[in-house]
């Protein structure tokens, strides 16, 4: 068995791709207590820029955090979603492709675990669009990271199709070019129903019908009481790579790479 090695999840095509992300207009609530946030580092990265906008912010796991620092507002194709990031800043049902945001808005934009569900090239021309000369977009993924077989043989039966490779780039285009990369590790600390319940929140268990998600949730109970031991309350160290990139209109490359 072996980690994945692709760059982005792979799609037949821009339907299957459409489909694959309109799974997530259910769940909301699951979603928002099973998927971690992002390390301070990420937020870091848009220091300085006061209006920013998250794009497929979801239930607002990454909008929370920039509101603590930044005029934020908030978009994303889930209506269910959406109500529950607007907790935390104005958030309106539209997409990356279509934000619905004045020309020149916003000082940034950001998109966490939402890139690889967009069409590219119309969402980079509505990110020229939207954000202002100088500005800047932040772009984060979460992985686990399947360095050990174990935590590799746990996504495998979740089906967590989002497993990118390390040192991947994620697809953008012009006027857009990565300025900025930062890549580091970090550690979330589940109970084994907790881990169970972030298997419903992704795309595939969405997608399946009743006996492929009971059959997911038995393969994980077997695996994670049976097999490795652990208890209801155990404490089960989940680790995590997040690779997060930032683009600018200009051709100015830095790598950030933290341990």
């Not at 199709?161 to 890549?183: K, M, N, S, Y």
């Not at 992704?202 to 009743?210: E, G």
């Given at each position: 068995m072996r980690p994945s090695q692709v760059e982005q999840p792979r799609f037949r095509d821009a339907q299957q791709r459409l489909g694959s992300a309109q799974a997530f207009r259910t769940g909301a609530r699951t979603?928002?207590?099973?998927?971690?946030?992002?390390?301070p580092e990420v937020i870091e990265l848009l220091r300085g820029f006061r209006r920013v906008?998250?794009?497929?912010?979801?239930?607002?796991?990454?909008?929370?955090?920039?509101?603590?620092?930044?005029?934020?507002?908030?978009?994303?194709?889930?209506a269910e979603m959406i109500r529950l990031a607007s907790r935390y800043a104005p958030s309106w049902q539209a997409t990356a492709e279509h934000t619905a945001l004045a020309e020149h808005s916003v000082d940034a934009a950001a998109c966490a675990q939402t890139r690889h569900w967009v069409d590219v090239p119309q969402a980079c021309a509505e990110l020229d669009r939207i954000v202002r000369p100088k500005g800047q977009v932040l772009l984060a993924w979460n992985t686990i990271d399947v360095s050990d077989p174990w935590v590799l043989r746990l996504t495998r039966i979740m089906h967590a199709?989002?497993?990118?490779?390390?040192?991947?780039?994620?697809?953008?285009?012009?006027?857009?070019?990565?300025?900025?990369?930062?890549?580091t590790q970090w550690t979330d600390h589940l109970?084994?129903?907790?881990?169970?319940?972030?298997?419903?929140?992704?795309?595939?268990?969405?997608?399946?019908?009743?006996?492929?998600?009971?059959?997911?949730?038995?393969?994980?109970?077997?695996?994670?009481?049976?097999?490795?031991?652990?208890?209801?309350?155990?404490?089960?160290?989940?680790?995590?790579?997040?690779?997060?990139?930032?683009?600018?209109?200009?051709?100015t490359a830095m790598r950030t790479g933290l341990p």
């Open positions: 979603y928002h207590d099973a998927r971690p946030g992002y390390p906008v998250d794009i497929g912010a979801g239930t607002g796991k990454l909008t929370e955090a920039l509101a603590e620092h930044h005029e934020v507002l908030a978009l994303d194709p889930s199709g989002d497993v990118l490779r390390p040192g991947f780039l994620p697809a953008i285009a012009a006027p857009w070019t990565i300025a900025q990369e930062l890549r109970t084994p129903p907790e881990i169970i319940a972030l298997a419903r929140t992704r795309s595939y268990w969405l997608r399946s019908p009743a006996h492929i998600r009971n059959k997911i949730e038995k393969n994980l109970s077997w695996y994670l009481y049976e097999h490795s031991g652990y208890q209801e309350g155990s404490s089960v160290a989940l680790p995590y790579r997040c690779d997060a990139f930032v683009l600018s209109r200009t051709r």
